[in-house]
């Protein structure tokens, strides 16, 4: 599979803009950690790509709808067991086993965190972003309520990293594809 295939595949399941851009930037934030830890950065991202494919049309059957998505698309198992992890305990007891699952199960949520502290500062970007920022944004339970502190927590403990070193991670491979997400969610969504 390809990273435009994945494109394809995403796109035909998902319209809204928050959607494609959260895919891409999953996708853009696995391909640097895998850079980072040697692995392949290409399959890397292709799973971040597709890991909200059921998301936007089946919410009540995330990670169960994935499965069936997917191989009608012909995608290998392989990949569709990574997708499914990062729903575990939470909409899947697929648990993340591969170091790519447990990156994937942890900055997930976290890219959303950021992504949504990144709109409030003036340069709407995370790349002038301190962590002491994240952090704070973290501990107000209130903000961006709808990622979990307790699956981001329960990533870095899975990924063996300190929770300071993932929003440093996270910040930088976020930081890294920035650009590059905005533009290509423009060009795939008309705007």
Not at 10 to 22: A, D, G, R, T
Not at 57 to 76: F, I, M, S, T, W
Not at 112 to 118: D, F, H, R, S, V
Not at 143 to 157: L, P, Q, T, Y
């Amino acid at each position: 599979m390809t990273r435009q295939d994945a494109i394809a595949i995403l796109q035909k399941y998902n319209k809204e803009p928050f959607h494609i851009q959260h895919a891409l930037t999953v996708g853009g934030t696995l391909r640097y950690f895998a850079a980072q830890m040697g692995e392949d950065a290409d399959y890397w991202e292709i799973v971040g790509i597709l890991h909200d494919v059921d998301f936007e049309l089946y919410p009540d059957r995330h990670c169960v709808k994935a499965v069936e998505l997917l191989q009608e698309n012909g995608v290998g198992n392989d990949i569709i067991h990574s997708v499914c992890s990062h729903g575990w305990g939470i909409v899947s007891e697929v648990a993340p086993v591969h170091p790519m699952e447990k990156v994937l199960f942890a900055v997930d949520e976290l890219t959303g965190l950021i992504g949504a502290a990144a709109k409030m500062r003036p340069s709407k970007s995370c790349k002038d972003m301190e962590v002491s920022s994240l952090k704070k944004k973290f501990k107000d339970k209130k903000f961006a309520a709808g990622c979990s502190r307790d699956v981001i927590r329960k990533g870095s403990e899975l990924m063996g990293v300190e929770l300071d070193e993932l929003f440093v991670q996270t910040l930088e491979a976020m930081a890294a594809c920035e650009d590059a997400v905005r533009e290509e969610t423009a060009t795939l969504c008309g705007a």
